[in-house]
Structure formats: structure tokens, C-alpha cells
């Protein structure tokens, strides 16, 4: 903690994968011969740089620029790239520290890392996120590449982002590389199912967790954060499975449908217009409600809630909230977003026995479908949705398995996080130790 000052979300991340690891270091005491917690909680290379642009008033604006290459001992480095005005060191090297464990739980070949910029994408126009872009990518570049590192998106980086990132990249190394971003349109590059990904992929593992109780999705009320690319698809996918969702949230407050939110609407008014989530209820009329300043977990006390799947930011949902999920009710609770649910809140579900699914575990759909982008792009080939939506399906059923038989085989059935961090713990640092000392 003292070589990181000031990085509490770091802190945080590392905190809850080294809780579950007592019963793994007793039983291998090669790692900690290794000094592999040592290491791998250093990352192997960190680059900040300045961001210049100029805005559309004609005046230069810096912004800050992070890439973390956390661990590559499973392969190139994989993971987005968040544009938010709250982004610092502590937030890259968190996400990125998450990222090692999920990748490695996908049991595909991408190693961990995570950047992004404090750059905010709100209010701005076309052009001058197209400028800002073009300015990231002129500096990260020269760390990138199809077999180096491969970012994606994340919180403020979709499709437009990844299309002008891609672009300066292509211009500046001459080279149609498209397995060097995922998350590409997909007339240059992208795959189907992407843009979906780790939202269904969330229900699917939720749909999982719920069958080792004998319940499922259908006729569940769902409570789920935020209304981004996580968010919206993965309500898609419950109302699919027979639940209804009937909250939703932006940083401005939180929306109440008791009729279920009605996706269309939603990315018309959130992923099209760039709206605020108030919109919504203009359009929507009947029962739906907007509550300014509240978050979706205040909706908690108006009905019973089954399940509850938090995919906006880290530590959203707090222990309050918890509690009165579990007062309404709550059976699961999955994470579609990083570390979106404090420690105290954490400590408060497990007791009341919710089922539980981390977000290395439960959001790691997107990454996994990332990398079935890559393995598209290498082969210069493209898959149907059905096709790689089973592919999807498939690879979360397995992570489901790996976390439930890991957790078994540790003595803590059922437990999630525990299954979770020692499976992807596990898994990276055998890699580790066979590469020597790196
Ligand atoms: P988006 O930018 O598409 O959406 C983020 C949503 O969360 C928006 O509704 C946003 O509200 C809300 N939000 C963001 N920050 C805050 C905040 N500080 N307080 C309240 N609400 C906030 O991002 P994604 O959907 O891509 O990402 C959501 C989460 O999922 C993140 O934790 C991300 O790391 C994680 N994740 C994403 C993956 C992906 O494939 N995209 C893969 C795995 C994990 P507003 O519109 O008002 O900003």
C-alpha cells in the first residue's frame, strides 16, 4: 500500500483477490517461494501521457492519457479504455488488476491491462471527440498491437470512440491491423455479438447462479444500474428470459417502470440521441417515473426484487442498498459492472445467503467475445450471431463451472468469490512461474 499511495480503488481490487487466497498459498507453497503476490500485483508497465486537443472554441485542452500493462504472461494485453472525468492511476491500475483474473477465467490466451483519460466525453461534439482520439492514439500507438496489446471500450468509449482510435492508427502505422482494437463496426473488422457481449453475458452467468437454486428469470423483478452498453443489453437479455426489468439508472438519477423498461426506447433516447435518462419517462408516459439524485437501488423499497445487476461504475451499490435488497427480497446479485459493490455491502449479501457472481467472473462476456473478435480478424473471417452467441453461451457456462467446482474444491461451495479469484488466480500464475522470473 505504501508504494501506491492514494490508490484506493487499487487498493481495494487487491484487497479482495488476495482475501480468497490463504487456502491456495497453504496447499502451494511454491508461489509465495515465487513471490508471484509480489509480482503480480505489480504491473509490468505503466505509461501516462499528455493528451493535447483543441475544442471547438479553438482553445488547446490537455487531458491525461493511462495504458497499464498488467500482467502478459497469458497473452497480449486485453482490456478497454475508459474516457471519464474520474479516471486516475488508481482507477487504470484496478481495472487492470481485475482484468489479469477475468481474462485468465475466460480460459482464453489474453493477458491483463486497462487504460483510458480523464477526457469526458459529455457535452462534447463529434469533432472534438474525433480530435481527442486522434491525439490519444498518436502517443499509445507505439504500445499497441495485434500481438502486444489490444484495447477495447469501456465507460465512454463505444463504437465512435473505437472507430477514431482505429482510424489514427491505421494512419499512422499504414497497416489495416484489425485485431489491434475490438469493439470495431462491423463493416471494418467488428464482431456480432460485441456490442452485446458482456451484458448477456452477465444474465447468462445470473441465469447459472439461479439454476443451482431451481429458479430462473422468468416472471423475476430486476433492478439493474446504469443504461450504458452493459446495462442496456443486459436487459434485453432478462426480458428475453421471461424477468422484467423495472429500474434503470444514469448519473443524473434513476427511472421506475413497473411495466418493464422498454429497451427500444431506452437506446434510442441513451446510445443514439447521447441523452440524459429523464427522456426516457418524457417518451415512455404510463406508470414510469424518473427519481432525480436517487440511484436504482432506492427503487428497492417499491416491490419485491429477484435479482439485482449492477452495471454502471465500481462501488455504486453500498451497504444500505444491500440491506434493502435484501429486504426486498433479492435471490442473486451479479455484477455486470467492475467492483460495483462495496466490501460492507459484499459482506452483507453473502450473509443473507444471495447468490453472489463477481464481475471477473460475471462480466467477463465482453472480453471473452473480444477475443473471439481477435480470433474473426486472424482468421480474416466472420462469424454469424447465432453462431457466436453460442460461442458466448458457452464460455460463460464454463466460467460458471470453474468458479462453482474451484469454490467446492476449496471448501467454499457456493461461494463465488471465492471459486472466482483462486480459479483466475490460479490459472495466471501457473503461466507465470513456468515463464521464469520475468
Ligand atoms: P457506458 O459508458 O456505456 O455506460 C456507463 C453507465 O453507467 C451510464 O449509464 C453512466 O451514466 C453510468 N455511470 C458511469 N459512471 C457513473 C458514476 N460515476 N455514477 C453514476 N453512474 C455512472 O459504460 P459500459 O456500460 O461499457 O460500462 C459499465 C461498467 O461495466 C463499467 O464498470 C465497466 O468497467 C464495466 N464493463 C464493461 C464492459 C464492456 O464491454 N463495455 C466489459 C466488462 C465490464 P451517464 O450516462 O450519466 O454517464
Same mark, same amino acid.
Given at each position: 500500500?505504501?508504494?501506491?499511495?492514494?490508490?484506493?480503488?487499487?487498493?481495494?481490487?487487491?484487497?479482495?483477490?488476495?482475501?480468497?487466497?490463504?487456502?491456495?498459498?497453504?496447499?502451494?507453497?511454491?508461489?509465495?517461494?515465487? %513471490?508471484?503476490?509480489?509480482?503480480?500485483?505489480?504491473?509490468?508497465?505503466?505509461?501516462?501521457?499528455?493528451?493535447?486537443?483543441?475544442?471547438?472554441?479553438?482553445?488547446?485542452?490537455?487531458?491525461?492519457?493511462?495504458?497499464?500493462?498488467?500482467?502478459?504472461?497469458?497473452?497480449?494485453?486485453?482490456?478497454?479504455?475508459?474516457?471519464?472525468?474520474?479516471?486516475?492511476?488508481?482507477?487504470?491500475?484496478?481495472?487492470?488488476?481485475?482484468?489479469?483474473?477475468?481474462?485468465? /477465467?475466460?480460459?482464453?490466451?489474453?493477458?491483463? #491491462?486497462?487504460?483510458?483519460?480523464?477526457?469526458?466525453?459529455?457535452?462534447?461534439?463529434?469533432?472534438?471527440?474525433?480530435?481527442?482520439?486522434?491525439?490519444?492514439?498518436?502517443?499509445? =500507438?507505439?504500445?499497441?498491437?495485434?500481438?502486444?496489446?489490444?484495447?477495447?471500450?469501456?465507460?465512454?468509449?463505444?463504437?465512435?470512440?473505437?472507430?477514431?482510435?482505429?482510424?489514427? !492508427?491505421?494512419? $499512422?502505422?499504414?497497416?489495416?491491423?484489425?485485431?489491434?482494437?475490438?469493439?470495431?463496426?462491423?463493416?471494418?473488422?467488428?464482431?456480432?455479438?460485441?456490442?452485446?457481449?458482456?451484458?448477456?453475458?452477465?444474465? !447468462?452467468?445470473?441465469?447459472?447462479? /439461479?439454476?443451482?437454486?431451481?429458479?430462473?428469470?422468468?416472471?423475476?423483478?430486476?433492478?439493474?444500474?446504469?443504461?450504458?452498453?452493459?446495462?442496456?443489453?443486459?436487459?434485453?437479455?432478462?426480458?428475453?428470459?421471461?424477468?422484467?426489468?423495472?429500474?434503470?439508472?444514469?448519473?443524473?438519477?434513476?427511472?421506475?417502470?413497473?411495466?418493464?423498461?422498454?429497451?427500444?426506447?431506452?437506446?434510442?433516447?441513451?446510445?443514439?440521441?447521447?441523452?440524459?435518462?429523464?427522456?426516457?419517462?418524457?417518451?415512455?408516459?404510463?406508470?414510469?417515473?424518473?427519481?432525480?439524485?436517487?440511484?436504482?437501488?432506492?427503487?428497492?423499497?417499491?416491490?419485491?426484487?429477484?435479482?439485482?445487476?449492477?452495471?454502471?461504475?465500481?462501488?455504486?451499490?453500498?451497504?444500505?442498498?444491500?440491506?434493502?435488497?435484501?429486504?426486498?427480497?433479492?435471490?442473486?446479485?451479479?455484477?455486470?459492472?467492475?467492483?460495483?459493490?462495496?466490501?460492507?455491502?459484499?459482506?452483507?449479501?453473502?450473509?443473507?445467503?444471495?447468490?453472489?457472481?463477481? #464481475?471477473?467472473?460475471?462480466?467477463? #462476456?465482453?472480453?471473452?467475445?473480444?477475443?473471439?473478435?481477435?480470433?474473426?480478424?486472424?482468421?480474416?473471417?466472420?462469424?454469424?450471431?447465432?453462431?457466436?452467441?453460442?460461442?458466448?453461451?458457452?464460455?460463460?457456462? %464454463? $466460467?460458471?463451472?470453474?468458479?462453482?467446482?474451484?469454490?467446492?474444491? =476449496?471448501?467454499?461451495?457456493?461461494? !463465488?468469490?471465492? #471459486?472466482?479469484?483462486?480459479?483466475?488466480?490460479?490459472?495466471?500464475?501457473?503461466?507465470?512461474?513456468?515463464?521464469?522470473? $520475468?
Amino acid at each position: 500500500l505504501a508504494r501506491n499511495p492514494g490508490e484506493f480503488e487499487f487498493h481495494q481490487a487487491v484487497r479482495e483477490v488476495f482475501g480468497s487466497l490463504d487456502r491456495v498459498l497453504e496447499r502451494n507453497p511454491h508461489y509465495v517461494q515465487a %513471490s508471484i503476490l509480489e509480482r503480480i500485483c505489480e504491473p509490468e508497465r505503466q505509461i501516462i501521457f499528455r493528451v493535447p486537443w483543441v475544442d471547438d472554441a479553438g482553445r488547446v485542452q490537455i487531458n491525461r492519457g493511462f495504458r497499464v500493462q498488467f500482467n502478459s504472461a497469458l497473452g497480449p494485453y486485453k482490456g478497454g479504455l475508459r474516457f471519464h472525468p474520474s479516471v486516475l492511476l488508481g482507477t487504470v491500475k484496478f481495472l487492470g488488476f481485475e482484468q489479469i483474473f477475468k481474462n485468465s /477465467l475466460t480460459g482464453m490466451p489474453i493477458g491483463g #491491462g486497462k487504460g483510458g483519460s480523464d477526457f469526458d466525453p459529455k457535452g462534447k461534439s463529434d469533432a472534438e471527440v474525433m480530435r481527442f482520439c486522434q491525439s490519444f492514439m498518436t502517443e499509445a =500507438y507505439r504500445h499497441l498491437g495485434e500481438y502486444t496489446d489490444v484495447p477495447a471500450g469501456d465507460i465512454g468509449v463505444g463504437a465512435r470512440e473505437i472507430g477514431y482510435l482505429f482510424g489514427q !492508427y491505421k494512419r $499512422i502505422t499504414n497497416q489495416y491491423e484489425s485485431g489491434v482494437l475490438t469493439g470495431k463496426g462491423l463493416t471494418w473488422g467488428g464482431s456480432l455479438v460485441r456490442t452485446e457481449a458482456t451484458g448477456y453475458g452477465a444474465v !447468462y452467468f445470473t441465469q447459472h447462479m /439461479l439454476e443451482t437454486r431451481g429458479r430462473s428469470f422468468d416472471g423475476a423483478r430486476v433492478l439493474v444500474s446504469g443504461s450504458g452498453n452493459v446495462a442496456t443489453y443486459a436487459i434485453e437479455k432478462v426480458h428475453e428470459l421471461g424477468g422484467v426489468v423495472v429500474g434503470a439508472s444514469d448519473s443524473s438519477g434513476a427511472v421506475y417502470d413497473p411495466d418493464g423498461i422498454d429497451v427500444a426506447l431506452l437506446r434510442e433516447v441513451k446510445e443514439v440521441r447521447r441523452d440524459r435518462i429523464e427522456q426516457y419517462v418524457a417518451e415512455r408516459g404510463g406508470r414510469a417515473e424518473f427519481v432525480g439524485g436517487a440511484t436504482v437501488w432506492d427503487l428497492a423499497g417499491r416491490g419485491p426484487v429477484q435479482v439485482a445487476l449492477p452495471c454502471a461504475t465500481q462501488n455504486e451499490l453500498g451497504e444500505a442498498h444491500a440491506r434493502a435488497l435484501v429486504a426486498a427480497g433479492v435471490i442473486a446479485v451479479a455484477e455486470g459492472a467492475n467492483m460495483p459493490t462495496t466490501p460492507e455491502a459484499i459482506t452483507v449479501l453473502r450473509e443473507a445467503g444471495v447468490l453472489f457472481g463477481p #464481475g471477473k467472473a460475471a462480466n467477463a #462476456g465482453g472480453v471473452a467475445t473480444s477475443a473471439l473478435e481477435m480470433q474473426q480478424n486472424a482468421s480474416r473471417d466472420s462469424w454469424s450471431f447465432e453462431h457466436t452467441e453460442q460461442r458466448l453461451a458457452e464460455i460463460m457456462a %464454463s $466460467i460458471h463451472e470453474r468458479c462453482a467446482t474451484t469454490a467446492d474444491e =476449496y471448501g467454499a461451495p457456493g461461494d !463465488y468469490v471465492v #471459486g472466482a479469484n483462486i480459479a483466475g488466480f490460479v490459472r495466471a500464475a501457473d503461466a507465470m512461474l513456468a515463464l521464469g522470473v $520475468i
